[in-house]
């Protein structure tokens, strides 16, 4: 892994975390390539980071084992068709973390004969903590994967599918995850003021309970379910509220949200194969 030359087409925010994780976790900063249409943000990446950088897809193409392409959706046809004659010369890894772009999408623009991995990463790769879902196609071998696979462990933790159709549920579950606990804890804020909390303090309360149920889960073998009855007690206070939950539909509510997200993922996949 270590000795792998990664570039990444795309010098975003998902890139910049990334190629972070790999430096930390012991990869040279000297076998990291990075492009991008903004030079100011290239000589930024070089000066803080000590990578290399390419003013072209084409150059970096040719100096890289594994291309990790990091570019928005909308931006994917273009970007590959513009260096297509470098891509076809060259034998390496293909890892999108593009959302919505499928491999049947990839492999029209790339070639059938291409290695692909397709990644669904988390925004909290920003901050080492991500949770990512791949699939490989059948161009994969087992080096690859390992490869693919490190670079997501680089930022969190990095789990594949046997499908690629599970990717959509992946993208319900953990893609856009993130955003249902931060209204959960933007609803226990408003509630916080109500009864009589400051801003300040209900902040500091609702982060630090989210992060310590977080780890809970995280090191116990119990479910969460086995979890939730622990802390709740008989006639309490949690029972109540959990109560107050259920009969407001709780879990068909979020039920219903992730089959809307689920079923969301899929249609952008079509509308972005397409054009």
């Given amino acids: 892994m ?14 910049n975390s990334l190629i972070s994780g790999l430096i930390a976790s012991g990869h040279s900063a ?8 903004d030079q100011e943000k290239l000589s930024a990446l070089a000066t803080s980071m000590h990578i290399n950088t390419s003013a072209t897809n084409d150059a970096l193409i040719s100096e890289v084992d594994v291309v990790v392409l990091a570019v928005k959706p909308q931006a994917m046809a273009e970007v590959i068709q513009n260096s297509i004659a470098s891509f076809n010369k060259a034998n390496i890894l293909l890892v999108s973390i593009a ?35 791949l699939h490989a196609n059948n161009n994969v071998n087992a080096e690859q994967r390992d490869l693919a696979e490190n670079i997501m462990r680089s930022v969190g933790i990095a789990v594949w599918v046997d499908s690629e159709a599970e990717l959509d549920a992946v ?4 893609g856009s995850g993130p955003a249902y606990f931060f209204l959960l804890m933007e609803a226990m804020e408003k509630s916080a003021l109500e009864l009589g909390l400051t801003k ?4 500091l309360l609702i982060e630090q309970t ?10 116990s073998t119990e479910s969460p379910g086995a979890l939730r009855k622990r802390v709740t007690s008989p006639g309490g206070t949690t029972e109540q509220a959990i109560k107050t939950f259920e009969q407001g539909g709780f879990t068909d509510l979020v039920k219903q949200a992730l ?6 993922s899929i249609a952008l996949s079509k509308e ?4």
């Fill in 2 to 15: 270590k000795t792998k030359k990664i570039g990444f087409i795309g010098g975003g925010n998902m890139a």
């Fill in 99 to 133: 959302a919505g772009i499928n491999q049947q999408s990839l492999s029209k623009w790339l070639g059938k004969n291409k290695s692909i991995v397709r990644c669904m990463p988390n925004t909290p790769a920003l901050v080492q903590t991500g949770a990512t879902g």
């Fill in 259 to 264: 089959q809307a997200a689920n079923d969301r």
């Fill in 171 to 174: 993208t319900a579950v953990s």
């Fill in 30 to 37: 000297q076998q990291i390539w990075v492009s991008d249409p």
């Fill in 210 to 219: 989210a992060l310590g149920a977080a780890r809970i889960a995280l090191e």
């Fill in 200 to 203: 300040h303090t209900a902040q």
């Fill in 272 to 275: 972005l194969g397409a054009k």
